[in-house]
Structure formats: structure tokens, C-alpha cells
């Protein structure tokens, strides 16, 4: 994979010496300075301009107006590699996709007169060739009628195929032979995103590929290469190698079909471009990326590094030199510095020069705060101390101008931003009127490309990348893997990718990659000449703000925060507020619906030893109403408020704990269960909880949630009837519409436990039936017990007791006493009008039935006998 690269040069390169001018003899005193050498022959001597480059063509046309933006996948199983591949790229370029088992009936391809897909994909070419007539009749119909394209993989194959035909196609194959020296066709109308022009030197990977044949105008070669000579040496004596077509474009001249064949996966960085390129064609511009990429580069730990790790004066001009290099190329461009100003002075003679040459240079540099002395700020659990040691750093920057208007902050370690610990986000604002952040960890560790932003306390946090350096990256001979590894990121690989995916790049580096080798000047130089060789993306830069303000224009949808458990994440425990405790979040929910008894049900589940339920909110009781609401912004650390690390005893409990022992923890929110966004983000921060759910007869809980807002003087309640109510329509006052859909929507209960079961197993959904647990709550609690595995088991025969007055049962805490729910529960309300019963009957009946058939299928829950007189009563 070292498409373009030369070997590695012992000093820096020409066209580096002549742009540093007076600075040169300083510069070529080290001679281990890497030096950027990417041979293109599309990129002018001096590196600024691409040779007879024409613009990115246009796939738009007016074919996209009859299809949705999404790529129909056909895998030959859920795990196999490719397919997983071809997800992953789709993921990372934020592409939607629907994948599913080829050899299976096909899934609805069309919506009213529109296109469902707009692109369909084959993992294994065979599986679209060899499909059954009927259902390849049906799809080569929907391509052609609504102009969708094929992409098809020539999959590996143990038997070697030599001049094979296609099925149905003038199109023969070659298989299982090592190419090398790939190059693209200049004059396919394919390629938009990829340049053509220059060859990727050397063997491609993997022995299995395919190379294709034809004889027909339809189709015409995107991608060539070479057979490898050097795996072949006697087949080659005294021939003439001609190019061999590895990726080919049927224009559809045979049968109306446009389609785009690879001879291998996606294991060579070039096809990844070239499928993004294939995706955009075929879906006439549906699927075409933005060509426009942001580059802002942060080096952290000014003035940090120990002796012998800092830049001295001579890396300092070598910055200067490298970024008006780079900004010749990216428009806009400049280094981002940021400072910790309590380790300024802190090195060696030559190195305390390198921080004041630095300081002479200021106005070269965007500059942001990081922390006084590098401290972590998830340590300061108190707001007063952290604000004092972020004016220390104010203060230096006022005393040396350096600019403090950046709106811009990086937190050491990343510690604070996610997860996030409110005293960082509160005295950023205060102290330097932070308006935007960047981080790595967020939504969690795992592949950069994947990284996402979000906003929390006005504070714009954008996803930080990596580009392979770390603090301790500072000789090339030292890097993992060696100069190889670090070239194969930049030509091609995960680096040369990230910007690839992602408009809006923020790449993280250290002070220590400027000095000694240099390795961030290289890095960046190279990647950036590559890209402009091999891709017409254009390159700029801004300062933070601007970028931000640009990412979340691309990425409305992202602004809300998802919080994930920083106790499944090694590195997110570590840079957790040191005042949380894993073992104090909630291990099962109560999720509603309202009216169906989840007072009673918390009441129950609070008089067992082992089990302790959130403090109660000033605001809504026993209710924390965390996940469906405003209070999601507040934030992790707000909610865990709620759930103390103490081990408090539960002293209202028949069998109290004793101080210290472990709590089986659980939060009762009876308007989870139809909260739109709550499965996915209980399910983010809450993954291995259970969840509890009770259900009654959806009109019962309609009549009593009216019932229950006219007792508490709701206005609407009070002057309309409950048969106006429900039958309200679209154009009634706001406040009635929306005290309908809270008597209706809750009542479609296998639509929300769908919703619910996309996210959580069934093994974790325990489904209460309600009448149930107003006539025989004894056998109902057992039953929960033994699902929730709470140990030691509380009888609960001796500790409820049927009440005649309330007609329903207490809590018996004497022979002759109970404690019941108080006024509002077990109230007698009129009889629901016969009118409003029908129409809720014949209102739920799609609903219910699909709820009997939801209960079926997850096996093991007896039909409720309220369902069954719904349903019997409704037909």
C-alpha cells in the first residue's frame, strides 16, 4: 500500500529548503528530519496546484428525484466480512442502508410512486446472477423503471476460473491472481470523488482477485492493473503486460441496467473511494458526497513536555516554514496552539529559547487554554478552585499576548467532556467563555471515523481525531510499526480515510511531534499531498468556532447528547468525576404506561430490603423523568445526584438492611414508555438493566388518565367531554389535541414495546399484566422477584393485605393497620358513556391484535384476560 511514496529521505526535502530561506542552515543541522515526498505526477513542482485538473463532475439528474437516499445491501450472511465492510463505510459516511440475506424473498422495493432504494449492492456478484427467475425478474424491473444501479463483488473462490462468462452477460473472467500497479481511467464518468491521472505503485493486496473481459460498447473499464511479474516470472518473458480491467461500468446498453463490477473487496484503499464514486453514480447524485473538507490541526502541551522532548528555536521556524506550505494548499490554514503557561521555561536552555521564539511568533498562531498545570479537571469537586486555576492560565496568556478570545478550550486528557462533569462546562464559560470543545471519546472509544459531536451547556463539543501520533511519537524509527505503518495511514489508510469521511476534521497532536523528527510536519504534508494526488476533494481551514457552527449545520441531529456508561469504557471510568459510583446507577426500570398502577408497583417493590429507588425530585416525586425530557440536558452528573454512591438503609422496609449492604437500585418514570428517544438513550447509559412494564385495557387507561386530569383541574378536562376528547381532530386547539394523544398514544403498547425491543433483548422486557396486580399482587411480586434474581426473596403474603374500604391492597404494617396509597388512588369514577367504549374499541383493535401477536412471538406470557374480552368485545 505505498501507492505514491518514495523512500525515506535522511534530511529535509528541496522544495522545504528553498521555502525556509534564511532559516536553512538551522534546519539541516539534524538529519533525521523525514522529508514529505509524495510523487505525483498531478501535483506541480511546487506542490500548491493539480496539473489539467477539470471539477469534480455532476451525477445529478432528474432520475433522483424517484428515489430515497438509501443502499439496499445483499450479504450471504449477517457476520461475513464484506458485507461488513460495505456497512462500516455506509456507517462512517452517514449513507442509510438496509441489509438483507441474499436467497430470501426481497423486501419491499417501492413507496407509492417512489423508490425505496437508491442503489442496490451485492456483496457475491453469483447471488444476483444465479437468483431465482421470479425474483430477478422483479428487481431488474424495479432498476430499470425507476433507473436504480448494481453494485456487484466478484467474490473468492476456491476454483480458479479462467475466460468464464458471466450468466446472461458478453462479459468474461479471470479469478485468483495477484495484480499490482493500479491506475484509474481518466475518462470514466464514474469517478468524482476519486482523481485519476497517477498509479499506485506496487502489489495489491490479497491473491484472489478477479479481472474482467468483454466485447461489447455497454462496458468500460473504471480500473486497471497490472499482473504481478514478480509472482509470475516465467509466465512474462518477452510479453508485453497489458492492463487488466479490475473495476468495470456496464452502462446499460444490453438491458437498461447500470451497473459497477469490482474484481476484489474492499481491502484495497483505492475501491473504497471508487464504491463511494460507484454509490453517487448510480444513484444520480442521491448519494453523492460533499467534496468540501475542514482541516484544523491542535498541538497540545505548549510549554508541557519534559526536558529534551521540546521544540527549540529551530522547530519553531520549521513550523512557520511548514505551515505557509500547507496553507498554500489548504486555504486558511494555521497550527492551533494550546498552552499550559505553568511550564513555560521548564527545559533546557535551547528549548527555553524554542518557548520564547514561540512567544515572538504569536501573531503566526491560533492559540487555546488548556489547563494551568495540565491537572485533570474531573479531580475538583469544588467550582471555586477550578476557576482559580483556570485565571492562573488567563493570566499568563495576558502577561505574554497570547490571544484569549479564542472561544476555544481542550481539557487534558479529555477529562470532563465526556463524561461529562459539570463543573468544567461551568467554569469554562465563566472563566474563558468557552463556546466550543473537542473531544475523542465521544460516544466512546472505538474507530475515529465514527466519532460524533454533541452540544451541552451551550457548549459545542465536535468529534477530535487522531492521526496516529501521540505524545510519545517523536522519531520515526521509534513509531508502531515503523515508517511503513505510518506511510500505509497516510496513502490510503486510516488517516488518508478520516478526512476522506469526515467534511469537518479536528486532529489531535502533542508539542513533543514538532521537535526531534518532526513527525507531525511530515505526517500532515504527506497525507495532504496524497489527497490532493488521488481525490478532488478542497481543502480549508477556519478557526473552532466557525467549524463548529459548520458541523452542526451538516449535523442537526447531533446535537442532542447521548450518554453513554462510562463504567463499560476503561478510559471513561478514569477520567470520571471521582464522586460517582458504577454500582449506584439504576439496575431496572419501571417505564410506565401512566394509569396502569406503577404508584402501587413502586410502593410494593420499596418495601423490600434489598431494593432502593432514586430521592424523590422536588419537582416530580418518586419520579426522576430523566430520559423523556428536559432533563437530559442536565446532564450524567445531575441524574446520578439522584442515586447516591452511599449505601443507605432502607429503613421504611419490613426487612431493613443493614448500613453498607449493596442496594438493587431501580427508577420508577411512568412516562418512559412512550417516550420517542427513550430506549435509546436508557439503553446508551442503562444497556444491561431490566426493564418493567404493567399494561391494562388501553381504553381503561384512557378513560382513567382523563379521569386523573380532571381531578387535578385540568381546564381542558373540565370543559370537555371524554368523548370530545378522543375524537378531537387535527385542527382543535393545541392543549385538547394534546391531552388526546396522552389518552390514546400510551394505549398502543406493541408499536412502543417494538420500539423498546429494538433496542433491549426480550430476556430483559418483564411484562406485568395490571389487573393482575390490583387482584393478586402477591403472586405478581414473586413472580417480578424471581425475574429480577433479587436475593434474599421477601414474602410477600405476610406484608399485603386487601383493604374493603379502598378496594384494592395495602400494605399491612399491623395485625389491624394498613398503609395505603393515599386520596387520589383507588378513586370511583363514572362509568365510561357506551359511545366512547366503541369507538376505543374499534380504535384499539389493530393495536391489541398486534399485541397478541407481539406476546406470541416472545413466548412464555400468558394472553391477559382483559386483552381477550378487548378483543372479543371489538369484533
Known amino acids: 500500500m505505498n501507492a505514491t511514496s518514495a523512500s525515506s529521505?535522511?534530511?529535509?526535502?528541496?522544495?522545504?529548503?528553498?521555502?525556509?530561506?534564511?532559516?536553512?542552515?538551522?534546519?539541516?543541522?539534524?538529519?533525521?528530519?523525514?522529508?514529505?515526498?509524495?510523487?505525483?505526477?498531478?501535483i506541480n513542482s511546487g506542490g500548491k496546484h493539480i496539473r489539467n485538473a477539470s471539477p469534480a463532475p455532476d451525477h445529478r439528474s432528474e432520475a433522483r428525484l424517484r428515489i430515497d437516499p438509501k443502499v439496499l445491501v445483499f450479504v450471504e450472511t449477517t457476520y461475513s466480512g464484506l458485507g461488513r465492510d460495505i456497512a462500516e463505510l455506509l456507517v462512517y459516511n452517514r449513507i442509510k442502508y438496509k441489509i438483507e440475506v441474499a436467497g430470501k424473498s426481497l423486501p419491499v422495493l417501492t413507496n407509492l410512486d417512489k423508490g425505496r432504494y437508491g442503489v442496490i449492492v451485492f456483496e457475491n456478484l453469483d447471488k444476483y446472477l444465479n437468483m431465482d427467475k421470479w425474483n430477478r425478474e422483479l428487481l431488474?424491473?424495479?432498476?430499470?423503471?425507476?433507473?436504480?444501479?448494481?453494485?456487484?463483488?466478484?467474490?473468492?473462490?476456491?476454483?480458479?476460473?479462467?475466460?468464464?462468462?458471466?450468466?446472461?452477460?458478453?462479459?468474461?473472467?479471470?479469478?485468483?491472481?495477484?495484480?499490482?500497479?493500479?491506475?484509474?481511467?481518466?475518462?470514466?464518468?464514474?469517478?468524482r470523488l476519486t482523481r485519476a491521472g497517477e498509479t499506485a505503485w506496487g502489489a495489491l493486496p490479497g491473491d484472489d482477485w478477479a479481472v474482467f473481459q468483454h466485447n461489447h460498447s455497454t462496458y468500460e473499464p473504471v480500473e486497471w492493473a497490472q499482473r504481478n511479474t514478480q509472482e509470475y516470472p516465467a509466465d512474462s518473458v518477452g510479453q508485453v503486460q497489458l492492463p487488466l480491467t479490475t473495476v468495470l461500468q456496464d452502462r446499460g446498453q444490453l438491458d437498461g441496467i447500470q451497473r459497477v463490477l469490482f474484481g476484489s473487496s474492499l481491502r484495497f484503499w483505492l475501491h473504497r473511494l471508487v464504491f463511494l464514486d460507484a454509490l453517487s453514480y448510480l444513484s444520480h447524485g442521491q448519494l453523492s458526497l460533499n467534496l468540501e473538507r475542514m482541516i484544523l490541526v491542535d498541538i497540545d502541551d505548549i510549554f508541557v513536555g519534559e526536558k529534551g522532548t521540546r521544540l527549540r528555536p529551530d522547530d519553531v521556524r520549521a513550523l512557520i516554514a511548514t505551515q505557509k506550505n500547507i496553507a498554500a494548499m489548504v486555504p486558511g490554514f494555521r497550527f492551533n496552539l494550546g498552552f499550559s503557561g505553568k511550564y513555560y521555561h521548564h527545559g533546557t536552555r535551547e528549548e527555553n529559547l524554542g518557548d520564547d521564539f514561540l512567544l515572538q511568533n504569536i501573531q503566526e498562531f491560533n492559540w487555546f487554554s488548556h489547563m494551568w498545570k495540565h491537572q485533570q479537571p474531573h479531580l475538583y469537586d469544588n467550582l471555586t478552585l477550578l476557576m482559580a486555576e483556570m485565571h492562573l492560565n488567563y493570566a499568563f496568556a495576558v502577561d505574554h499576548n497570547i490571544p484569549t478570545d479564542s472561544g476555544y478550550s481542550i481539557s487534558p486528557h479529555h477529562s470532563g467532556v465526556y463524561p461529562a462533569h459539570e463543573l468544567l462546562y461551568m467554569a469554562w464559560k465563566k472563566v474563558w467563555n468557552v463556546k466550543v470543545t473537542s473531544t475523542e471519546e465521544y460516544p466512546h472509544l472505538r474507530p475515529a471515523r465514527l466519532r460524533r459531536g454533541f452540544i451541552h451547556r451551550n457548549i459545542m463539543v465536535l468529534p477530535r481525531q487522531t492521526c496516529g501520533l501521540f505524545t510519545h511519537t517523536m522519531y520515526i524509527d521509534r513509531y508502531?510499526?515503523?515508517?511503513?505503518?505510518?506511510?500505509?495511514?497516510?496513502?490510503?489508510?486510516?488517516?488518508?480515510?478520516?478526512?476522506?469521511?469526515?467534511?469537518?476534521?479536528?486532529?489531535?497532536?502533542?508539542?513533543?511531534?514538532?521537535?526531534?523528527?518532526?513527525?507531525?510536519?511530515?505526517?500532515?504534508?504527506?497525507?495532504?499531498?496524497?489527497?490532493?494526488?488521488?481525490?478532488?476533494l478542497k481543502l480549508a481551514s477556519a478557526p473552532p468556532v466557525q467549524l463548529a457552527e459548520m458541523y452542526f449545520r451538516l449535523h442537526p441531529e447531533e446535537v442532542d447528547p447521548?450518554?453513554?456508561?462510562?463504567?463499560?469504557?476503561?478510559?471513561?471510568?478514569?477520567?470520571?468525576?471521582?464522586?460517582?459510583?458504577?454500582?449506584?446507577?439504576?439496575?431496572?426500570?419501571?417505564?410506565?404506561?401512566?394509569?396502569?398502577?406503577?404508584?402501587?408497583?413502586?410502593?410494593?417493590?420499596?418495601?423490600?430490603?434489598?431494593?432502593?429507588?432514586?430521592?424523590?425530585?422536588?419537582?416530580?416525586?418518586?419520579?426522576?423523568?430523566?430520559?423523556?425530557?428536559?432533563?437530559?440536558?442536565?446532564?450524567?452528573?445531575?441524574?446520578?445526584?439522584?442515586?447516591?454512591?452511599?449505601?443507605?438503609?432502607?429503613?421504611?422496609?419490613p426487612m431493613p438492611t443493614q448500613l453498607g449492604s449493596p442496594r438493587f437500585m431501580f427508577e420508577k418514570s411512568a412516562t418512559y414508555f412512550d417516550g420517542e428517544a427513550v430506549p435509546k438513550r436508557s439503553h446508551a447509559l442503562l444497556p444491561h438493566a431490566k426493564i418493567v412494564t404493567i399494561l391494562i385495557s388501553p381504553a381503561k387507561r384512557a378513560y382513567s388518565w382523563y379521569q386523573h386530569q380532571r381531578s387535578h383541574g385540568d381546564v381542558i378536562a373540565n370543559n370537555y367531554s371524554f368523548y370530545q376528547v378522543i375524537t378531537a381532530s387535527d385542527s382543535a386547539p393545541r392543549a385538547l389535541k394534546d391531552l388526546r394523544n396522552r389518552c390514546l398514544n400510551p394505549g398502543k403498547y406493541a408499536q412502543h414495546l417494538e420500539h423498546w425491543l429494538a433496542y433491549y433483548p426480550a430476556q430483559q422486557l418483564h411484562i406485568i399484566d395490571g389487573?393482575?396486580?390490583?387482584?393478586?399482587?402477591?403472586?405478581?411480586?414473586?413472580?417480578?422477584?424471581?425475574?429480577?434474581?433479587?436475593?434474599?426473596?421477601?414474602?410477600?403474603?405476610?406484608?399485603?393485605?386487601?383493604?374493603?374500604?379502598?378496594?384494592?391492597?395495602?400494605?399491612?404494617?399491623?395485625?389491624?393497620?394498613?398503609?395505603?396509597?393515599?386520596?387520589?388512588?383507588?378513586?370511583?369514577?363514572?362509568?365510561?358513556?357506551?359511545?366512547?367504549?366503541?369507538?376505543?374499541?374499534?380504535?384499539?383493535?389493530?393495536?391489541?391484535?398486534?399485541?397478541?401477536?407481539?406476546?406470541?412471538?416472545?413466548?412464555?406470557?400468558?394472553?391477559?384476560?382483559?386483552?381477550?374480552?378487548d378483543l372479543s368485545t371489538g369484533t
Not at 430499470?144 to 450468466?167: D, K, M, N, W
Not at 410477600?796 to 374493603?804: A, E, I, K, T
Request: proline share 5%.
Open 480 to 536: 508502531p510499526g515503523g515508517r511503513d505503518k505510518l506511510d500505509e495511514s497516510i496513502q490510503g489508510g486510516e488517516l488518508f480515510q478520516t478526512i476522506v469521511y469526515n467534511p469537518i476534521n479536528i486532529f489531535m497532536t502533542h508539542m513533543s511531534n514538532y521537535g526531534s523528527d518532526r513527525l507531525a510536519l511530515y505526517t500532515f504534508q504527506s497525507v495532504i499531498k496524497f489527497l490532493q494526488c488521488w481525490t478532488n
Open 771 to 869: 389487573e393482575q396486580l390490583r387482584l393478586n399482587p402477591i403472586d405478581v411480586m414473586n413472580e417480578l422477584q424471581r425475574f429480577l434474581k433479587i436475593q434474599p426473596l421477601l414474602d410477600y403474603s405476610n406484608h399485603l393485605r386487601y383493604d374493603v374500604k379502598k378496594g384494592f391492597y395495602c400494605q399491612a404494617v399491623s395485625e389491624k393497620r394498613n398503609k395505603c396509597l393515599g386520596k387520589s388512588k383507588g378513586r370511583q369514577y363514572p362509568a365510561m358513556d357506551e359511545r366512547s367504549a366503541k369507538l376505543l374499541q374499534r380504535y384499539y383493535l389493530n393495536h391489541n391484535t398486534a399485541l397478541v401477536k407481539l406476546l406470541k412471538k416472545l413466548g412464555s406470557r400468558p394472553i391477559p384476560q382483559w386483552l381477550k374480552d
Open 562 to 653: 447521548v450518554w453513554g456508561n462510562p463504567c463499560d469504557d476503561v478510559r471513561h471510568k478514569k477520567i470520571w468525576s471521582k464522586t460517582k459510583n458504577c454500582d449506584s446507577l439504576p439496575k431496572f426500570l419501571v417505564i410506565g404506561p401512566q394509569k396502569t398502577g406503577t404508584t402501587a408497583l413502586y410502593t410494593f417493590l420499596s418495601m423490600h430490603g434489598s431494593i432502593a429507588s432514586n430521592i424523590a425530585s422536588p419537582e416530580t416525586f418518586e419520579e426522576v423523568q430523566f430520559f423523556n425530557g428536559n432533563n437530559y440536558y442536565r446532564g450524567l452528573d445531575w441524574y446520578m445526584d439522584f442515586f447516591p454512591s452511599e449505601s443507605l438503609p432502607n429503613t421504611s422496609s
Open 9 to 42: 529521505s535522511s534530511s529535509f526535502g528541496a522544495e522545504e529548503q528553498l521555502s525556509t530561506g534564511k532559516f536553512a542552515s538551522s534546519l539541516i543541522q539534524r538529519d533525521t528530519h523525514p522529508a514529505p515526498i509524495i510523487n505525483c505526477r498531478m
Open 140 to 191: 431488474d424491473k424495479y432498476c430499470r423503471e425507476y433507473s436504480v444501479g448494481i453494485v456487484g463483488f466478484v467474490s473468492p473462490s476456491e476454483e480458479t476460473l479462467v475466460g468464464a462468462q458471466l450468466r446472461d452477460f458478453p462479459l468474461f473472467v479471470n479469478t485468483n491472481l495477484r495484480l499490482r500497479d493500479a491506475s484509474l481511467n481518466p475518462l470514466s464518468s464514474v469517478l
